[in-house]
């Protein structure tokens, strides 16, 4: 992701997906408007993050399996915010969304300690503010 843009930006996502999400809890917008939204996100971070980011490139395998670790756990909060809009009271579900919401802020304290990749440490802080924003509504 060397030449575009939307990786100085990408910690916005997460952001503009939890204003959209408060909007069709409140019933402003229509679910389908979250829906797109959260999907082209969880694909703009698994298939398409994975492949032109520089993941399989790096020379420690350590950095590798992080960063793919961290991909997915964007992908799988957004997929399951999409779940939970529709199957709110299913616990097994919120559960599930707690625990990687757990870890996400985990890869937060990684990322701050650890690691010195900007993006994706503030990234991560984009997801908790996205992931608190439907685990508070």
Do not use: C, W
């Amino acid at each position: 992701m060397k030449n575009l843009k939307i990786d100085k930006y990408e910690f916005l996502l997460p952001i503009i997906a939890s204003i959209i999400y408060f909007f069709v809890v409140k019933q402003v917008i229509p679910k389908i408007s979250y829906i797109v939204f959260a999907s082209l996100i969880s694909i703009y971070f698994f298939p398409m993050r994975f492949i032109f980011n520089k993941v399989l490139s790096e020379n420690s395998l350590k950095n590798r399996l992080i960063e793919l670790i961290s991909i997915l756990v964007f992908s799988i909060i957004t997929v399951l915010s999409i779940t939970l809009l529709f199957a709110n009271t299913n616990s097994n579900l919120k559960i599930l969304f707690e625990v990687f919401s757990i870890i996400n802020v985990l890869f937060v304290l990684y990322y701050s300690i650890a690691n010195n990749r900007k993006n994706t440490f503030i990234t991560h802080l984009g997801f908790i503010v996205l992931t608190s924003a439907i685990l508070g509504i």
